[in-house]
Every structure is written in structure tokens, then in C-alpha cells.
């Protein structure tokens, strides 16, 4: 049984080398944006799907054919995002799935390789079914920045003391 997945994950890299699919898309990189979190059922996928509305975009594109490039909800590739993006949908082998923006491009997040335990999924799968792998979104780590309006300067009030005066 081992022989033929290996087997047939092997076709299948090999068919995806030869039909290009790696390679960089500029409509993808356009329309990807940052969202809070990604959809873990079919349904909230498809609702998502709907609002996100690739296939206006997928005749308009030259990445690949109409019916590959389709919605993604994936991580991107520092880990620190979740990121909706229409693309050419592609095997993943063995790890989570990311967008990665400077590449323009669906792939493998290299650093996550699934696995028994976690993070969890197939072997391959279909990089536009990642709702399926919702171990994979845990992997993000977001973090709060706080940006203030408003700067704080000091003067210092007096030649004779060390005392700051907030301004």
C-alpha cells in the first residue's frame, strides 16, 4: 500500500513540475488579503468561497486554466497571518499549505510537516481543501502591535535640575 501512495504522490509531483504550477501569479498576489481567521467546515469554505468570488478573477488571469485557480484560505509563510487569496489551487505533499506572497505562489510551509499528532493531514491533498487541516491555522502566531496617535517628547524645563517635563 505504501508503494502506491508513494507512487502515486510521485506522479503527481511530477505532474505538477510539468504543468508549472509553482510558478509565480501576479493576480493571486493582488488579490490575497489578511483575515482574522480561515473557515474549518465545508460550508463556511463555501460561504467564503462565494464572497471572495474567484471565478470573476479566474477568467480574467493567466496562471493557470478557469477551473484551477480557486479560493484559499492558507497561512502565510511567516506564520503570522491568515491570508484569503484566489490562486491556482495545487497537491500539497505532506505539510501544511501557505501563501507565499513574495513568490506568488500556493505551496508547502516547509517549517510544518505533518505529522500523527500535530499538526495533522494528509499526506497530499488538495491545497483548496485546507479547511480540512485546521491544526494547520493554530500554527499562526498573531501578535498585538499597538500603535500610538501620539508621540511623547521631553524637554528639559531647567539647567539647574534633572527634571523632564512631559510636553
Known amino acids: ?6 507512487f502515486m ?7 505538477q513540475i510539468s504543468q508549472g504550477t509553482s510558478r509565480y501569479c501576479q493576480e ?3 488579490n490575497a488579503e489578511s483575515v482574522r481567521s480561515c473557515p474549518t467546515s465545508k460550508e463556511e469554505w463555501e460561504i467564503a468561497s462565494r ?4 471565478s470573476k478573477i479566474a477568467s480574467q488571469q493567466n496562471c493557470s486554466s478557469v477551473e484551477k485557480f480557486q479560493y484559499h484560505c492558507v497561512i502565510n509563510g511567516h506564520r503570522n497571518k491568515f491570508l484569503e487569496v484566489c490562486a491556482p489551487s495545487r497537491i ?8 507565499n506572497l513574495q513568490g506568488g505562489v500556493i505551496q508547502e510551509q516547509y517549517s510544518a510537516p505533518c505529522n500523527d499528532t500535530f499538526p495533522r493531514c494528509d499526506k497530499f ?3 483548496s481543501t485546507a479547511y480540512k487541516y485546521p491544526d494547520c491555522y493554530q500554527l ?3 501578535s498585538c502591535t499597538i500603535y500610538s496617535t501620539t508621540t511623547m517628547k ?10 523632564l517635563q512631559l510636553r
Open 1 to 6: 500500500m505504501k508503494k502506491i501512495h508513494l
Open 9 to 15: 504522490g510521485y506522479v503527481l509531483l511530477q505532474m
Open 28 to 30: 493571486a498576489v493582488d
Open 51 to 54: 464572497k471572495k468570488n474567484c
Open 92 to 99: 500539497i505533499f505532506g505539510h501544511c499549505v501557505e501563501f
Open 125 to 127: 491533498y488538495e491545497s
Open 140 to 142: 499562526v502566531s498573531v
Open 154 to 163: 521631553y524637554d528639559v524645563t531647567s539647567s539647574t535640575t534633572d527634571e
